[in-house]
């Protein structure tokens, strides 16, 4: 990591100030679909984040991120999916 004393990337400061934070989500994803047209699915998103995703190119967040994220935007219904 980037910054002294900072053991988890949950705790990097540009996680919290991006990542976590619902207004540059937000802002990220009017951005997104400003230049890339309306989202359809979840295709337009993983292509725009991580380029073509399928078999030999995949991305795995690690369950301690998932479970920052869950807990920082929860669904009201706590109905998730893993893949």
Request: hydrophobic share 40%.
């Amino acid at each position: 990591m980037d910054q002294a004393g900072i053991a988890c990337i949950t705790e990097h400061d540009a996680l919290q100030a991006t990542c976590l934070n619902g207004y540059c989500v937000e802002l990220g994803i009017i951005i997104m679909v400003d230049q890339n047209g309306p989202l359809d699915d979840n295709e337009p998103m993983n292509i725009w984040i991580w380029h073509h995703l399928g078999k030999g190119n995949i991305r795995i967040l690690p369950s301690y991120l998932v479970s920052k994220i869950r807990d920082t935007f929860p669904d009201p219904l706590s109905y998730y999916v893993l893949f």
